[in-house]
């Protein structure tokens, strides 16, 4: 049974209108029906289907799904326990949490779906070394005008 396309969801009266889209890609959009007879909003028989829940578009999710389990992690015990083959989805955790969990999912090869480790990973570093140098500069003007006294 070959499975159902998602429908377009476009702007109503798209193309009727320039202003709405016609012949222009970008304010065809989908825009909330609003107003009180407004037939999509109504869901009336014959007008365009809304946008709901249910026409979310899966298949990013779905192709990883099929290759590798998927599994949810909310500390370091948890990542521990996760093999080589799985997927790690990190939950809700703090930044210093989430950065020691990144760093030992890396050395391991555990791949993170929901986070770019490479990316957080040298942006944490980048502000590391800002507050280090930060630092630095603070140290050597209180060293200076302790010299001028």
């Known amino acids: 049974m070959p499975k ?10 798209w193309s ?8 222009r890609k970008k304010k065809q959009v989908w825009r909330r029906a609003t107003g009180r007879h407004n037939k999509i909003r109504e869901k ?5 289907i809304r946008v ?3 026409f979310r578009n899966e298949k990013a999710i779905r192709d990883t799904i099929k290759e590798k389990k998927i599994v949810f992690v909310s500390n370091m015990k948890e990542l521990e326990m996760v093999k080589k083959g799985e997927i790690a989805i990190i ?19 555990i791949a993170v779906q929901n986070l770019n ?13 800002k507050i280090e140098a930060e630092t630095e500069k603070m ?11």
């Open 117 to 129: 480790v490479n990316k957080i990973l040298k942006n944490a570093e980048k502000k590391k070394q």
């Open 52 to 54: 709901m829940i249910g």
């Open 91 to 109: 939950k809700k955790v703090g930044n210093r949490k989430k950065l020691e969990m990144l760093k030992k999912a890396k050395e391991k090869g």
């Open 44 to 48: 009336r028989k014959g007008y365009p």
């Open 4 to 13: 159902k396309k998602n429908p377009k969801f476009l702007r109503r009266n």
């Open 139 to 149: 140290k050597s003007s209180k060293e200076h005008k302790e010299a001028k006294k």
């Open 16 to 23: 009727k209108r320039s202003r709405l889209g016609q012949g």
